[in-house]
């Protein structure tokens, strides 16, 4: 081969590099359908432009999708925590202590704030929008209720306020609870093609487990930080880390 057949091969290669590059920029989906049809060099213009156009239908139906399947989701758990739990009695009351309100708002933030990451991560090329800082800043706010509650918790209740008396209960309640949410967010994210389908799947395990530990405070009589940010929190990583095993092939293309 001579310098200038080289030459024209090396050039020819960046050029199908910088095809490849700006196709997943423009369409995150499906650029995968065009890579697998093995038609990337010899592709008509036309066929690429109508991929393109379906991609971007498919990255707003992605979200719509996830909607249609959470919010049902979440209203049957609220339903089968009004009716199999019961709203603990003096919710009312309870809604003025800011150390109940905050289990929900911080659960609640895990599940809302990781459900727009796994989305962004079931996006190639946006996985590196996709910032894990806005979930290690909730872990830090937790954390740090957890020393306050510590610090002011006299020591002969520690242990007690720790332990509670429905710990094992939470942490069965809590991923059964998960299970529908969870479901339907892996089911959106399926119309994606992540390239890092075990993080995408954590993090989808992540969302659901906060949605549905948000709905399981309503009910839950244990108001000590000690207490719901050790057992929301170990159950809500168990969830995410059964999701991120399930979903290793459940999100593999």
Not at 1 to 27: D, F, K, P, Q, W
Not at 34 to 43: F, I, Q, T
Not at 205 to 232: I, N, Q, R
Request: aromatic share 8%; net charge positive.
């Amino acid at each position: 081969m001579n310098a200038t057949a080289g030459a024209e091969l090396t050039e020819r290669g960046r050029s199908v590099a910088l095809s490849i590059n700006r196709v997943r920029s423009i369409a995150p989906w499906g650029w995968k359908t065009w890579l697998r049809s093995g038609n990337g060099d010899g592709m008509k213009t036309e066929d690429l432009i109508r991929w393109m156009v379906a991609d971007t239908r498919q990255s707003q139906s992605s979200i719509a999708l996830l909607l249609k399947g959470l919010v049902p989701s979440l209203g049957f758990k609220v339903a089968m925590v009004w009716v199999g739990l019961g709203i603990r009695a003096d919710i009312a009351h309870a809604m003025m202590m800011p150390v109940f309100v905050i289990r929900i708002v911080l659960a609640a933030g895990v599940g809302l704030v990781a459900a727009r990451i796994a989305l962004l991560l079931s996006r190639p090329g946006r996985q590196g929008v996709a910032r894990l800082g806005p979930l290690a800043g909730i872990a830090l706010v937790a954390l740090a209720l957890m020393v306050w509650a510590c610090v002011t918790t006299p020591e002969a209740a520690r242990c007690m306020a720790t332990v509670g008396k429905s710990f094992p209960f939470c942490l069965v309640m809590i991923p059964v609870l998960s299970f529908l949410p969870v479901a339907a967010i892996l089911f959106a994210l399926r119309r994606g093609a992540t390239t890092m389908p075990v993080l995408t799947a954590f993090v989808a395990g992540l969302s659901g487990a906060g949605m549905a530990t948000a709905v399981y405070a309503l009910s839950c009589t244990e108001d000590s930080p000690l207490f719901y940010v050790t057992w929301y929190g170990l159950a809500i990583l168990g969830v995410a880390a059964l999701t991120a095993a399930a979903g290793s092939r459940l999100l593999r293309w």
